[in-house]
């Protein structure tokens, strides 16, 4: 930016919950329990601009409560995250706190209903023997061909092949943190140092 200003940082609102969910898991008073930390909380159906393009906020939970998707009808482009992953993976995981497979795949549905032109950018890529990484993959294809999402896929078969627990994730942890936060590592302790808690006996 010319003004030599960050930009906003913007999330769903529902991040509320996942903060509620988390800070107290970390045992921190530093993460504010509001939101307060993000220059913007948005809801479903909001409207902003970059530049002259308007982007709607669609909410698409599942993955997580706080989870939205960047539509962008005049470019006919989709930032989704991770309601849903390029075809081969299908969908991402629906078993971290307040995740739902059942919701996720009603989220996924939600975004196969826009125009089949539109092109679904994700959140992750994880292409497997050296393939190239794919970039955005328009809802037709997805319809067609996504390995959990297609239209043959119902939301009974989506839920029973969604429904377990898995490992949590190496990163999650440290990762979450600095998520609540805002991208901010936390206060300084008394050493000038800032630190990540683990907690050692939750997980």
């Not at 959990?148 to 994730?169: H, I």
Request: a negative charge; aromatic letters at 10%.
């Amino acid at each position: 930016m010319s003004d030599g200003k960050l930009p906003p940082i913007c999330i769903g609102e529902n991040i509320v919950n996942v903060i509620q969910h988390w800070a107290p898991v970390f045992n921190v008073d530093d993460i504010a329990r509001d939101g307060s930390q993000f220059d913007k909380l948005f809801k479903e159906g909001d409207e902003f601009f970059i530049g002259e393009s308007k982007v709607i906020v669609i909410y698409t939970p599942g993955h997580t409560p706080a989870c939205i998707t960047y539509y962008v009808p005049d470019s006919g482009v989709a930032f989704c995250g991770d309601t849903i992953f390029n075809p081969p993976i299908g969908n991402a995981r629906a078993d971290f706190p307040g995740g739902s497979a059942q919701t996720l795949f009603r989220s996924a549905k939600k975004l196969l209903s826009l125009p089949e032109s539109t092109v679904l950018y994700v959140g992750h890529d994880y292409p497997e023997n050296n393939a190239p990484v794919t970039t955005g993959v328009t809802v037709k294809v997805h319809k067609d061909t996504n390995c959990t999402l297609n239209d043959r896929v119902t939301e009974q078969e989506f839920v029973a092949a969604n429904s377990e627990t898995m490992p949590v994730p190496r990163l999650l942890l440290p990762s979450i943190q600095t998520n609540l936060r805002g991208g901010d590592f936390g206060r300084e302790e008394s050493n000038g140092t800032q630190y990540i808690k683990l907690p050692v006996n939750r997980f």
